[in-house]
């Protein structure tokens, strides 16, 4: 009876042209089994393909065109428990959004990110590898510059950050946004406590007391602070929606001053609307500027283990940042692209 179980079980193999039958289970068996494991093992990674990775990723749902395909569309697809994980890129910025999407895979957050591309290149691009997950909201700007910091290309392309924010808050969602010059250490949403409606770090570089307040800091001697407009996570609150309104507002109405960063109307934003929202400043430990992070040596030491967003500010130009996450380790697409859903880019 064992032995007629044995061969009538799935773990068997029948070959009716030979009439005999292969068990799994007897020597021959395993040792197919183990030749199949071999060679899946042997030859899998020589496809370098990130599909073993992340293999759902199409939809049918998904339009034909991505022309076509609307941000309300985009973040119903990658939206997951009501969060999307939101960046702006153009074209030559491929290269650190790669680098970025690794970290954040890294902490099983990839399918909550949505790509905004600048540029028809971009959306193009990243959707022909990781359909679905790249927008473009019209106009699209040149694809080939990599826009400098300060320069009009650069706040042309950062400026149209709030109403990209706002409108997914609109839609019921809660976002975060993040620069892609940013490497993830750890998991930040476990940092996000509580319901407040904006969440935010800021870009000093003057050193805090680890149980620092969480409110937002006192303004300098010229009336402003200085808080990161590169790292916000927002609740779909009214108190969030203010705030973006009124950032959008600020650019607006002072283009001119603000030309080239879009970042001191952020925190005028913030400052005239602040007794009316519910803030919270995240903690300097885990989500230091590139001021600190990268120039004080003794601070990193001290905070060891704390840190969870890292990110590449405090320097100017492309090759220059791209030399500086070599120099400390985060530079991952060289040696890891195969983590990220984009897999190796050409």
Same mark, same amino acid.
């Given at each position: 009876?064992?032995?007629?179980?044995?061969?009538?079980?799935?773990?068997?193999?029948?070959? *009716?042209?030979?009439?005999?039958?292969?068990?799994?289970?007897?020597?021959?068996?395993?040792?197919?089994?183990?030749?199949? &494991?071999?060679?899946?093992?042997?030859?899998?990674? +020589?496809?370098?393909?990130?599909?073993?990775?992340?293999?759902?990723?199409?939809? *049918?749902?998904?339009?034909?065109?991505?022309?076509?395909?609307?941000?309300?569309?985009?973040?119903?697809?990658?939206?997951?428990?009501?969060? !999307?994980?939101? *960046?702006?890129?153009?074209?030559?910025?491929?290269?650190?959004?790669?680098?970025?999407?690794?970290? !954040?895979?890294?902490?099983?957050? #990839?399918?909550?990110?949505?790509?905004?591309?600048?540029?028809?290149?971009?959306?193009?691009?990243?959707?022909?590898?990781?359909?679905?997950?790249?927008?473009?909201?019209?106009?699209?700007?040149?694809?080939?510059?990599?826009?400098?910091?300060?320069?009009?290309?650069?706040?042309?392309?950062?400026?149209?950050?709030?109403?990209?924010?706002? #409108?997914?808050?609109?839609?019921?969602?809660?976002? =975060?946004?993040?620069?892609?010059? =940013?490497?993830? &250490?750890?998991?930040?949403?476990?940092? &996000? #406590?509580?319901?407040?409606?904006? @969440?935010?770090?800021?870009?000093?570089?003057?050193?805090?007391?680890?149980?620092?307040?969480? *409110?937002?800091?006192?303004?300098?001697?010229?009336?402003?602070?200085?808080?990161?407009?590169? =790292?916000?996570?927002?609740?779909?609150?009214?108190?969030?929606?203010?705030? =973006?309104?009124?950032?959008?507002?600020?650019?607006?109405?002072?283009?001119?001053?603000?030309?080239?960063?879009?970042?001191?109307?952020?925190? +005028?934003?913030?400052?005239?609307?602040?007794?009316?929202?519910?803030?919270?400043?995240?903690? #300097?430990?885990?989500?230091?500027?590139?001021?600190? @992070?990268?120039?004080?040596?003794?601070?990193?030491?001290?905070?060891?283990?704390?840190?969870?967003?890292?990110?590449?500010?405090?320097?100017?130009?492309?090759?220059?940042?791209?030399?500086?996450?070599?120099?400390?380790?985060?530079?991952?697409?060289?040696?890891?692209?195969?983590?990220?859903?984009?897999?190796?880019?050409?």
């Amino acid at each position: 009876m064992a032995h007629q179980l044995l061969y009538s079980s799935p773990l068997s193999y029948s070959s *009716c042209s030979k009439g005999r039958h292969i068990s799994l289970m007897s020597r021959n068996g395993l040792l197919l089994l183990v030749s199949l &494991l071999v060679i899946l093992g042997v030859f899998l990674p +020589w496809t370098r393909s990130p599909l073993f990775l992340f293999p759902n990723r199409t939809s *049918c749902s998904l339009p034909t065109d991505w022309r076509n395909y609307s941000l309300a569309e985009a973040a119903k697809f990658v939206g997951k428990d009501g969060t !999307v994980i939101v *960046c702006t890129v153009s074209y030559p910025f491929l290269p650190f959004l790669n680098n970025w999407l690794i970290s !954040v895979s890294r902490q099983k957050h #990839q399918d909550k990110v949505l790509v905004i591309a600048e540029d028809y290149a971009t959306l193009y691009m990243i959707n022909n590898k990781w359909p679905g997950h790249a927008v473009l909201v019209p106009p699209a700007l040149n694809s080939q510059t990599a826009h400098k910091f300060g320069s009009k290309g650069f706040f042309n392309f950062t400026s149209r950050r709030p109403q990209h924010l706002l #409108q997914l808050l609109e839609l019921g969602y809660n976002v =975060m946004y993040n620069d892609v010059d =940013m490497v993830w &250490l750890q998991d930040p949403f476990q940092y &996000l #406590q509580g319901s407040h409606d904006a @969440y935010f770090t800021d870009d000093r570089t003057r050193i805090k007391p680890l149980n620092h307040s969480h *409110c937002l800091p006192p303004p300098d001697r010229n009336g402003v602070t200085y808080i990161c407009s590169c =790292m916000i996570f927002l609740r779909p609150k009214s108190g969030a929606k203010l705030l =973006m309104k009124k950032w959008i507002d600020e650019l607006h109405a002072g283009s001119k001053a603000y030309e080239g960063n879009d970042q001191p109307a952020f925190n +005028w934003a913030l400052n005239i609307t602040a007794h009316q929202l519910d803030l919270y400043l995240l903690p #300097q430990a885990a989500f230091p500027s590139g001021g600190l @992070y990268f120039k004080n040596k003794t601070w990193v030491e001290e905070t060891k283990g704390k840190h969870v967003i890292v990110h590449n500010n405090y320097i100017i130009g492309y090759n220059n940042k791209m030399k500086r996450f070599h120099g400390f380790g985060l530079w991952l697409v060289d040696d890891h692209a195969f983590e990220s859903p984009l897999g190796k880019l050409e």
